[in-house]
């Protein structure tokens, strides 16, 4: 019966979701992105730690398809190595953010209280801060570094989470069905379980979608205040934010990062639309 | 108004706007020099003034006793003539009669006494407060235009190690009395040009010194703009709102050198570029694997790839610079052969995965530490030099950070082989070898020790003729080679573009600039 | 509402106080020490003990954060150890270009989103619609760094319409008012796009009310509807994003900064965590914090006043 319903509902999610053609094509990009993550080695034309220095910074070429880096390094192959460094620091600190926020605003919405109170004032401090500084200040402490980074921007979203979730916690509260169930004596964790979290889901799906965004926005800051992904990494905020002393020379170096940022940027956004309008229909137009 | 008349409206206005905008930037008026900083200036009272763009603003408001000439000879600055006694225990200085501060505030004996106690004060707390307490015993007012400098231990570089600081700048004694802390926002001193003002990261605005004893400038105002992105300078001297840049970035070399609106300048300099091997890494203990990393290295053509014509190998601890400089030091080739060789010696042979390991199997590993954004092209430079490292089959682990994280690595010798600059501002061979590699230098920090090289560094100090000492450190070059107690990477060149219309522009190897004598064409 | 807005005031100190304690963690958590800095490479140890000394960073942490936040309560938030000048004054000379900076930007996004999103409202599905939104959403999607070089490239060099850099004067000046154009774009261009984009949904959210129908219904014209009312009403969701955006471009003007050389709070305040200047950091951060929560504060009352269906209690 259950399944059949959970199924039912996917459908209904699919037919809407398939209706808005960016999200569908944001969604195609992130799958080749992935793709190309996994299947980088076999992909690339060369190894993008290769360096070769009487061919630095070479224009797109064809063997070169979109040109050498300041060591002459394969852009292409750099790229392609880079989108899974890039799809790991959206993960990573997407998910940094998801549970230390999904399970502050999950104990601050269900338990209420005094513990409520604590963890949303400390929420709002850090709201109060402001971002880039404390991503900044964070990784400075840290270190340098992927995993550093990952961590300062994946605290950055920690607040936008638990704020999410304990609105949602919240109403879902004063449902009648919980109210029922606590009245026959389910135990907190079932409730929590059965009837809470399924309807947390969709929104935290959708502000997660959005988040991984900005995170790879946010790591492409960092790197080019100075902090971000160490070389000789291919990370495409790094590179990027290298490529840009070259704005007037070699255009290339920073073009291609940057359009490979952008792109991937924008199909989560669109992603992320898509899947609001699919799984909250009031939203949608 | 329809949508569509609202959209024309829309349009109409912004071309409006754009007409009214689409003149070219308004250019440098031509008494005005715009110079770009890279950060703004931080703090004009001599005592703690440290970084270089507020030293760039020092040189102009501030003279000190002796300056450095073109030539990287001595000349008579605030003290017109000066004698060094014969063991170097004790300087006289004859100071220049009738020069005043932009104050009016008369330059004497007194002035200078002022200045040099309170350094030496440590309630002070200046950056150079230890270097005054450690090198001046006394000083003695003969007349208003006579002081004696009485050392503790006899000095033969005191000018360069004292005298040439940026603390040594001579500021009017009055002005520091009058506005204490608020002094820095209004410095005094007898230089070519008056401070008018300093607006936070926007400006500092100077003024010519009509009264200035050397000679009056041509410009009438000199103005700093702090501008820390590269880019934004560069676009900024190629359209013409700045005249002057002063950190070249070499990426952009080339297209400076095809605009006819710029000239570019790069000449040699002192500031020298190092390795440096921190001895208590056990692997580097032995000094056969310290000469391989140096054979392993091909430094010709690595600057000749990222640094061409604003650098040079450098030949020897030294920099190439220096008229002490031994340009027959014994240098290690670039031969990975060799290396193998060496490193085989030591017990390091190459495994089946390509790695050179010992006889236990561990990996030849360390980390190179290196700052970004500090000297030109750091961490370019040495993401390609951990690459041919890593080609030798040795396990590097490159670490780019913050500079401020860098010094404290350093200090706490938490490092394997660091990246780090010296800037120097004479080619004077105590100042530079001293700190690096005796063994109590401060800047001697992968603690480097070889009683042969103390004693004879510190016999260079006590003499005086050129002669003798040129022998003396000519020696020492050899032996700290031998050593390689750090792998000198190379010199640095200045790299300095302005705007065409500049003309007479001068300056000395020495990171300082004068802005005396140039005058804008028209 | 009085009660309200004191006790929201009320809860504002916690949470300032919280702010402090954290980038005071934070600064002293992070490797390098000012006075090292400060003295230089090649400086002596002694040299550096001295500065430590001078600076009063030799004291114990907890004597140095009481220091801070007694100096706070008395509006003192101590000496740069850079420039050795008050922070407090250091602060005030930037904050206006921040300031006046980020209400420029607010002003190009609801300039450009509000026109934006309604016509694309009114064309739902439409091709201006589409391309209006694709490229809302692409302005959410680049770096901006890249935007504002790309920018600075294009209309500052390749034609030379505004000053590459620096703020050239107070914006009621032209040429203070040319200098701030390119940096306004780009801290401007995400909120237009959210903006954008909200202002297209609530329209036609509101397009879809009851009221609207009984209006068409009775013959209204489709412009009257349209901006009497339908607009007015979509426009309490934009004013309150609006507000919330200006926070947020207070605070994230960081990197603009940087490269547009614009003399204000974001990059003093980057510059002074490479360089370790604590008392600067602590007290910028602070001050940016209060401004951010004052903010959020003043736009909970508009939302009232133009709402009066949200009552305080």
Not at chain 3, 39 to 49: K, Q, R, Y
Not at chain 3, 176 to 193: D, E, R
């Amino acid at each position: 019966m259950e399944d059949s319903g959970i199924r039912g509902q996917l459908n209904v999610f699919w037919r809407r979701f398939r209706k808005n053609r960016g999200a569908v094509l944001g969604a195609i990009i992130i799958l080749i992105t992935i793709i190309t993550a996994i299947a980088a080695p076999h992909i690339a034309p060369y190894d993008p730690y290769e360096q070769n220095w009487r061919n630095r910074m070479d224009p797109p070429s064809s063997e070169h398809w979109l040109g050498t880096d300041q060591h002459g390094r394969d852009q292409l192959s750099r790229i392609i190595y880079g989108s899974r460094l890039s799809l790991t620091i959206g993960l990573i600190s997407v998910a940094i953010g998801l549970l230390g926020g999904g399970f502050l605003g999950l104990i601050a919405g269900y338990y209420g209280g005094v513990l409520e109170n604590i963890i949303m004032r400390v929420m709002d401090i850090m709201m109060a801060f402001p971002g880039v500084l404390l991503a900044l200040a964070l990784v400075a402490a840290l270190g340098p570094g992927l995993f550093n980074v990952m961590i300062a921007v994946g605290i950055w979203s920690i607040p936008l989470f638990a704020r999410l979730v304990r609105g949602t916690v919240l109403s879902v509260k004063e449902n009648d069905f919980i109210q029922g169930a606590r009245a026959l004596g389910a135990r907190n964790t079932r409730i929590l379980a059965r009837h809470i979290l399924p309807n947390i889901v969709p929104p935290v799906l959708v502000l997660s979608t959005l988040r991984l965004a900005t995170a790879l926005l946010s790591a492409a800051a960092l790197s080019f205040l100075g902090l971000g992904a160490q070389p000789p990494q291919p990370d495409w905020g790094a590179m990027l934010s290298q490529g840009r002393q070259h704005i007037q020379t070699s255009p290339h170096l920073s073009l291609y990062p940057g359009l490979a940022i952008m792109l991937l940027v924008l199909s989560f956004n669109m992603v992320g639309d898509g899947l609001r309008d699919a799984l909250d229909p009031r939203l949608k137009n | 108004m329809g949508k569509k008349g609202l959209l024309i409206g829309c349009l109409l206005a912004g071309l409006l706007i754009f007409a009214g905008f689409n003149a070219a930037q308004a250019q440098t008026p031509e008494d005005t020099l715009v110079v770009a900083l890279r950060a703004d200036i931080q703090d004009l009272d001599p005592a703690y003034l440290e970084d270089a763009p507020t030293s760039s603003v020092g040189f102009q408001i501030y003279d000190h006793l002796i300056r450095r000439d073109f030539d990287g000879s001595f000349a008579p600055g605030l003290a017109e003539d000066w004698e060094i006694c014969e063991d170097a225990r004790a300087y006289t200085f004859y100071l220049r009669q009738g020069v005043e501060f932009h104050d009016g505030t008369p330059f004497n004996a007194e002035a200078v006494y002022f200045n040099f106690e309170r350094l030496k004060d440590p309630e002070t707390g200046s950056h150079a407060g230890q270097l005054m307490r450690d090198n001046i015993k006394s000083m003695e007012i003969i007349d208003d235009y006579t002081i004696v400098i009485n050392l503790y231990e006899p000095n033969a570089a005191f000018i360069d190690d004292v005298l040439i600081q940026n603390a040594t700048f001579i500021a009017s004694p009055r002005a520091i009395e009058e506005y204490g802390e608020d002094y820095t926002h209004n410095p005094v001193g007898t230089g070519a040009f008056v401070f008018k003002s300093w607006t936070p990261d926007t400006e500092v605005v100077l003024e010519r010194n009509l009264d200035y004893w050397d000679q009056a400038p041509r410009i009438e105002q000199v103005k700093f703009r702090p501008i820390p992105e590269a880019g934004t300078q560069m676009t900024e001297l190629r359209i013409g709102t700045i005249d002057l840049v002063t950190t070249v970035p070499t990426e952009y070399i080339e297209i400076l050198d095809e605009d006819e609106d710029i000239v570019l300048i790069s000449e040699p300099d002192f500031n020298t570029r190092n390795l440096v091997f921190n001895f208590a890494t056990e692997v580097f203990q032995d000094v056969r694997v310290r000469q391989a990393l140096h054979h392993a290295l091909d430094l010709e053509e690595l600057i000749d790839a990222f640094l061409e014509g604003v650098a040079e190998p450098a030949i020897g601890p030294l920099t190439n610079e220096s008229l002490y400089h031994n340009p027959d030091v014994k240098l290690y080739d670039y031969d990975p052969d060799r290396a193998l060789e060496l490193l085989a010696e030591a017990g390091w042979t190459k495994g089946n995965d390509g790695l050179l390991r010992n006889e236990d199997g561990e990996t030849l590993s360390f980390t190179l530490t290196t700052p970004q954004g500090r000297y030109t092209m750091d961490s370019e430079l040495n993401e390609a030099i951990h690459y041919q490292f890593n080609q030798l089959g040795i396990d590097v682990n490159l670490e780019i950070v913050e500079f401020a994280t860098l010094l404290d690595k350093l200090d706490e010798r938490d490092f394997d082989l660091a990246y780090i600059g010296l800037m120097q501002r004479t080619g004077e061979p105590a100042a530079h070898l001293d700190l690096m590699y005796h063994s109590t230098g401060w800047a001697n920090w992968g603690d480097y020790k070889n009683p042969e090289v103390d004693s004879i560094l510190e016999k260079g100090l006590r003499t005086a003729v050129f002669e003798e000492r040129e022998e003396i450190y000519h020696k020492v070059q050899d032996m700290i080679m031998a050593d390689a107690p750090s792998i000198p990477i190379m010199n640095e060149f200045y790299l300095i573009a302005h705007r065409a219309n500049i003309q007479d522009y001068t300056f000395t190897p020495s990171r300082t600039h004068d802005y005396i004598r140039l005058y804008k064409e028209d | 509402m009085f009660n309200y807005f004191l006790r929201r005031l009320i809860y504002l100190i916690p949470i300032l106080i919280g702010v402090a304690l954290i980038s005071f963690m934070i600064m002293h958590l992070i490797p390098g020490d000012p006075a090292r800095v400060i003295a230089g490479v090649g400086a002596s140890p002694e040299d550096v003990a001295a500065i430590r000394a001078r600076l009063g960073l030799d004291r114990p942490l907890h004597e140095q954060f009481g220091t801070f936040m007694l100096g706070l309560l008395q509006g003192d938030l101590g000496r740069s150890l850079r420039t050795r000048q008050p922070v407090l004054g250091e602060i005030q000379a930037r904050f206006f270009a921040t300031a006046s900076l980020a209400l420029f930007a607010m002003l190009f996004s609801i300039l450009i989103s509000i026109p934006l999103g309604v016509l694309a409202a009114t064309k739902q599905y439409s091709i201006f619609d589409n391309i209006s939104m694709l490229g809302a959403i692409g302005g959410l999607s680049a770096p901006s760094f890249w935007l504002g070089l790309m920018l600075m490239y294009y209309l500052a060099f390749a034609v030379q319409i505004f000053p590459p850099s620096g703020m050239a004067g107070m914006p009621w000046t032209l040429e203070g008012f040319k200098s701030y154009i390119l940096p306004s774009i780009t801290l401007g261009v995400p909120s237009a796009a959210m903006l954008a984009r909200l202002t297209r949904s609530s329209v036609l959210e509101v397009l879809r009310q009851d009221y609207i129908r009984t209006a068409r219904a009775k013959g209204t014209g489709e412009r009257v509807v349209l901006y009497r009312h339908a607009l007015k009403n979509a426009l309490i969701p934009i004013i309150t994003m609006a507000g919330i955006q200006l926070g947020y471009l207070l605070g994230g003007a960081v990197v603009v900064e940087t490269v547009f050389s614009w003399p204000g709070l974001g990059r003093y305040i980057v510059s002074a965590i490479h360089f370790r200047d604590f008392p600067v950091v602590q007290g910028g951060v602070m001050f940016l914090a209060l401004t951010f929560v004052f903010l959020n504060l003043i736009v909970d009352i508009l939302y009232g006043i133009i709402d009066p269906r949200i009552r305080y209690d």
